[in-house]
């Protein structure tokens, strides 16, 4: 078990440092030039060559290319990603209490979907199709199809407008987080649902279940057994929402003026603040990888085949 851990994680650092280069060299395709975007945030009256050059030369951008990459690279280590070319403050000031703001509501929202996948998963399949299983089943496929925007504006019209129970807007408190983890929940427990609900089905259908059932096992513990094995199948996906969701923030935090990643990343794409893009870019990429280490670690785990093939 300890071998495998090393092993997938020696993995991870080629494919961190390939997308650190790839996250580098997109932002610096960009056609517009970093030394006189930020000269035009500085509100220079007249920019000249003079001053672009002086700017290019303090921000190390007539470097050689592949020093600026190994520079930026080795600065991020230190989780220093430069200065942001709008505001006067580095780009972790700006970024920090943005991803802890987005994580949380990340965190908050999975474990309402995981919670719900679960319970919903489970009790569709074991009244495979009755009318309340193709109820719940059409009703979260159409949620699933909707924007996620104009899910958020309904429930702001009625919750917040009508029956003035929420706030629109903002991070004040815990009622903060009721309508943004609504919109999230329900644009995607569709998905995890449904694949709880096959992987008990799946499991329903095996030939440990009938024997126990022959064996005079009572049913509960039986249940219980096929949620453990049928979790197990959708672990890799549980933990791959995570990073989903923290990517997929962007609408609903733009809706809700979360005060997150997705309004900080909307707002540097307009002002082309090129380091809080990079950084931002990384983390979501970054933490794509480390959760799907983190779940191919927990699938060895809790399954003996894949113990046994290590």
Known sequence: ??????????????????????????????????????????????????????TKYQLGLDDPFIVQYMNWLTSCFH??????????????????????????????SSIAIIIFS?????????????????????????????????????????FSVKLDLLPT??????????LPVSVIALTHIGLYFRTVRSAVLENLNEDYVLYARASGIPEKKIIVSVLKNSLQVSISIFCMSIPLILGGTVVVENVFAWPGLGSLSINSILNRDFPVIQAYVLIIAVTFVVFNTLSDVINMALNPKLRGGE
Request: one cysteine or more; a neutral charge; glycine letters at 6%.
């Open 169 to 178: 807007s903002g991070l004040e408190s815990y009622q903060s987080y009721i």
């Open 79 to 108: 989780l220093d990603f430069g200065n942001s070319y709008v505001k006067d403050e580095t780009v972790w000031i700006l970024l920090k209490p943005a991803f802890f703001n987005t994580l949380k509501l990340t965190l908050v």
């Open 1 to 54: 078990m300890g071998v495998y851990i090393v092993k997938r994680l020696l993995l991870t650092i080629p494919l961190l440092l390939v997308i650190s280069f790839l996250t580098f060299v997109l932002i610096n395709l960009s056609p517009q030039d970093p030394a006189k975007l930020v000269l035009q945030a500085q509100d220079v009256p007249v920019i000249t060559d003079e001053l672009i050059a002086q």
């Open 118 to 158: 679960i319970i919903l998963g489970a009790v569709c399949a074991l009244i495979e199709g009755r009318v309340i299983d193709r109820f719940i089943r059409g009703l979260f496929f159409f949620l699933s199809a909707l924007p996620a925007y104009l899910i958020g504006i309904l429930m702001i019209w009625y």
